[in-house]
């Protein structure tokens, strides 16, 4: 699986061939295709290019897919006692990116994944594998628990005073 870490708007995202990711905004029409050059590590395998702070000459190629909106954000800001509430939102624009490739210069370019498909091959009568000529037997689904009668709820002891206390004095009343 071929991997890399780019960075855009200020973050950094981790970039997938085949995946889609969200970023920030970009400038670009949808359909259209965006080159991100800022690549900080690159991983096919075994091999990895870490940059100091960018790996030379390495780039990832993605469609844009769709310009949308992130999640609303309240915010609301709030004194007590001067009567001081504020309250605000925020909705992030987003870019959200197909990564068609990932290309770097000490690395094998990659296959598209339709190729990489193969049909499997056919068990040949002198290696019949054991496990498939059994028919495996559905299992019973487990049963639910029942559900337990909620436990009576214990009321709070009295709290009681010492007989030994001494009663409080009486007040006179003139």
Same mark, same amino acid.
């Given at each position: ?9 200020? $973050? ?19 359909? $259209? ?10 991983? /096919?395998? /075994? ?6 702070? %960018? ?7 993605? %469609?844009?897919?769709?310009? /949308?909106?992130?999640?609303?954000? *309240? ?5 007590? +006692? ?36 193969? &049909?499997?091959?056919?068990?040949? +009568? ?9 028919? %495996? ?10 559900? +337990?009668? &909620?436990?009576? $709820? ?5 709290? *009681?005073?010492?007989? *030994?206390?001494?009663?409080?004095? +009486? %007040?006179?009343?003139?």
């Amino acid at each position: 699986m071929r991997y890399a870490i780019i960075q855009t708007g200020g $973050k950094q995202y981790k970039a997938v061939e085949g995946e889609a990711i969200e970023v920030e905004k970009l400038d670009a029409e949808v359909g $259209k295709k965006v080159e991100l050059s800022e690549v900080m590590l690159v991983a /096919d395998g /075994d091999q990895v290019m870490v940059g100091t702070p %960018t790996v030379a000459d390495a780039k990832v190629a993605a %469609t844009v897919v769709a310009q /949308d909106k992130g999640e609303k954000i *309240s915010v609301f800001k709030y004194k007590p +006692k001067i009567r001081y509430r504020v309250k605000t939102g925020h909705r992030q624009r987003l870019t959200r990116l197909q990564i068609d490739s990932i290309e770097a210069k000490g690395l094998a370019k990659s296959e598209p994944k339709a190729e990489a498909k193969e &049909p499997k091959a056919q068990p040949t +009568k002198a290696s019949t594998p054991v496990a498939a000529a059994k028919p %495996t037997a559905a299992k019973p689904k487990a049963k639910a628990p029942k559900a +337990k009668a &909620p436990a009576a $709820k214990k009321k709070p002891a009295k709290a *009681s005073t010492p007989k *030994s206390a001494k009663p409080k004095a +009486k %007040t006179r009343k003139s």
